[in-house]
């Protein structure tokens, strides 16, 4: 069974700094895709970036400029830099992680249990 779990969220005032992490566990030999997406109150998910194993990345315009994904895939974790965070970045952060091969078999869409993220002064 695949788990991922994040960690890093909390309070900060507005232009300050965050770094999530989400680490994968399980059995796992290879994760292509890793990405963070988040909900605000009273609105859909939304992607927020993805990265795949080669080191490809991809954005939503909302973030680009001020966040950076990365990934450690020896430790099969993914990282989220969050700089200049404005009020609007305040939602729940969640990773993800579409497609997972592991020993057993292959895993779909996995996600984390989310963590939180305010930004406020």
């Known amino acids: 069974q695949v788990q991922l779990v994040e960690s890093g969220g909390g309070l900060v005032q507005p232009g300050g700094s965050l770094r999530l992490s989400c680490a994968a566990s399980g059995s796992i030999l290879g994760i292509n895709t890793m990405g963070w997406y988040r909900q605000a109150p009273g609105k859909q998910r939304e992607l927020v970036a993805t990265?795949?194993?080669?080191?490809?990345?991809n954005y939503a315009d909302s973030v680009k400029g001020r966040f950076t994904i990365s990934r450690d895939n020896a430790k099969n974790t993914v990282y989220l830099q969050m700089n200049d965070l404005k009020p609007e970045d305040t939602a729940v952060y969640y990773c993800?992680?579409?497609?997972?091969?592991?020993?057993?078999?292959?895993?779909?869409?996995?996600w984390g249990q989310g963590t939180l993220v305010t930004v406020s002064s």
């Open positions: 990265t795949t194993e080669d080191g490809s990345t």
């Open positions: 993800n992680a579409p497609f997972v091969a592991t020993i057993q078999g292959v895993a779909l869409k996995i």
